[in-house]
């Protein structure tokens, strides 16, 4: 198994136990993502450490208050290092107001273009106001616009079928995360009964969005077993084709 999206350098334990304790689960790699200057620079130094974890940069849309040239310029610096993988996570986020809308566009634009460059998928976060999806209807806009070509994966997808099926007519990847196996999830559950085999796949997002079972404690790369069981049963498939599917895609749009 493989966990496509989770953020060592938040998770309380060191990463030498995270990763052990994904290994005795069957989970042989993970991309650990980075939001901002210091967390990407930390995901490379562990993804140097670990040849099970590879590494995303990015500037994540809560934190790209100010976002200028000088940052696009470490971002693409950044971006060439053999243990990155991806570059993310970007996109939008209109449920908080921790940074401007204007400044979150440029800096999802600019690495829209950073991931085209530098041929690496690009990982995007998406989220709106309850009962709204500006910020999700504003980002499709703006990758129909500008990153035709460019390899997308929808992290942690959180929307609706009528999204999964727009995202399926453009190839994209959707990755699903803890929030599947939450009671009240079935518009997660009926997207993720959507999606193509060869576009699926399965995270943490850790230390956020615990699975079920282990939901109120801080989560961890070990347990996208339990979210990729959980996703196996809304697709009516075994576990082993589940994770054989997830297996092959992360390998092929992460090269890894």
């Not at 490379?44 to 940052?71: M, S």
């Not at 993988?85 to 273009?113: K, M, V």
């Not at 998928?121 to 616009?145: C, M």
Request: proline share 7%.
């Amino acid at each position: 198994m493989i966990d496509s999206h989770t953020h060592l350098t938040s998770c309380a334990p060191p990463p030498e136990e995270l990763v052990a304790a994904a290994e005795r689960v069957g989970v042989r790699r993970m991309l650990t993502v980075g939001t901002d200057s210091d967390s990407c620079r930390a995901a490379l130094r562990i993804a140097e450490d670990f040849p099970q974890v590879y590494a995303a940069i990015g500037r994540h849309p809560n934190h790209a208050t100010g976002f200028d040239d000088a940052d696009l310029a470490e971002l693409k610096a950044l971006a060439a290092h053999p243990r990155c993988r991806a570059i993310g996570e970007t996109g939008l986020d209109f449920y908080r107001d921790s940074a401007d809308p204007d400044d979150q566009r440029r800096a999802f634009s600019a690495q829209i273009t950073i991931a085209r460059n530098a041929d690496k998928p690009l990982v995007v976060h998406l989220r709106d106001p309850e009962r709204s999806e500006d910020a999700v209807a504003e980002a499709f806009a703006t990758l129909d616009d500008q990153a035709e070509g460019v390899p997308v994966i929808l992290h942690c997808f959180s929307t609706g079928p009528a999204w999964a099926e727009r995202a399926a007519e453009r190839g994209w990847y959707c990755s699903f995360a803890g929030n599947l196996t939450y009671p009240k999830s079935e518009p997660i559950r009926e997207a993720a009964a959507l999606v193509a085999d060869d576009r699926l796949l399965v995270e943490t997002d850790s230390p956020f969005l615990s699975p079920q079972p282990m939901r109120g404690k801080p989560n961890q790369p070990a347990n996208v077993v339990a979210t990729a069981e959980r996703l196996a049963e809304v697709r009516g498939v075994a576990y082993g084709d589940l994770e054989r599917a997830v297996e092959a895609n992360a390998a092929r749009v992460f090269g890894w």
